[in-house]
């Protein structure tokens, strides 16, 4: 279980690094165009106090507590099944705990969750995110390929 563990540290260590960089470097709102062709990678300053895509603005104290229970939860859940988990299952929840908890520090140390990674072609933009969004993002396409590829060799299917 240890490298699953290092992993999500290195996750959340390197999130709150790149988004500290944000917020010391780059004005609030603006852009800084990285790959210009078909504008299609900007690093933005943005913050969210919603949830993913930016939904439910406004609600960050909700969704700090909400977050917090079920990091726990999981976290709980983690450690007393880490014995019936494969590899992969161990490093998804540890990306989906390590995400969590780099989005849950912004909400609590900054009162948002700071967004920075801006990709889209032209004016199709798709929401900013951020190094904590992407672990979850992974973790949940390691889930789907497990579900998909190994559940059913566990079960001799």
């Given at each position: 279980?240890?490298?699953?563990l290092?992993?999500?540290?290195?996750?959340?260590?390197?999130?709150?690094?790149?988004?500290?960089?944000?917020?010391?470097?780059?004005?609030?709102?603006?852009?800084?165009?990285?790959?210009a062709?078909?504008?299609?990678?900007?690093?933005?300053?943005?913050?969210?106090?919603?949830?993913?895509?930016?939904m439910?603005?406004?609600?960050?104290?909700?969704?700090?507590?909400?977050?917090?229970?079920?990091?726990?939860?999981?976290?709980?859940?983690?450690?007393?099944?880490?014995?019936?988990?494969?590899?992969?299952?161990?490093?998804?929840?540890?990306?989906?705990?390590?995400?969590?908890?780099?989005?849950?520090?912004?909400?609590?140390?900054?009162?948002?969750?700071?967004?920075?990674?801006?990709?889209?072609?032209?004016?199709?933009?798709?929401?900013?995110?951020?190094?904590?969004?992407s672990?979850?993002?992974?973790?949940?396409?390691?889930?789907?390929?497990?579900?998909?590829?190994?559940?059913?060799?566990?079960?001799?299917?």
């Open positions: 279980m240890k490298k699953p290092i992993l999500g540290v290195i996750a959340f260590i390197l999130d709150q690094f790149t988004k500290s960089l944000i917020v010391k470097y780059v004005s609030y709102a603006s852009v800084i165009n990285v790959i062709k078909f504008d299609f990678f900007n690093i933005t300053h943005a913050y969210n106090t919603g949830t993913a895509f930016s439910f603005q406004g609600k960050n104290v909700f969704f700090s507590l909400f977050i917090s229970v079920f990091l726990l939860a999981l976290s709980i859940w983690l450690y007393k099944s880490k014995g019936k988990l494969d590899s992969l299952q161990k490093y998804a929840f540890c990306l989906v705990i390590f995400g969590g908890l780099g989005n849950l520090a912004d909400r609590f140390f900054r009162g948002a969750v700071v967004d920075f990674l801006d990709f889209g072609i032209n004016s199709l933009r798709w929401p900013s995110f951020n190094i904590a969004d672990c979850v993002c992974i973790a949940m396409f390691l889930i789907v390929i497990d579900l998909l590829f190994f559940d059913k060799k566990r079960k001799g299917v």
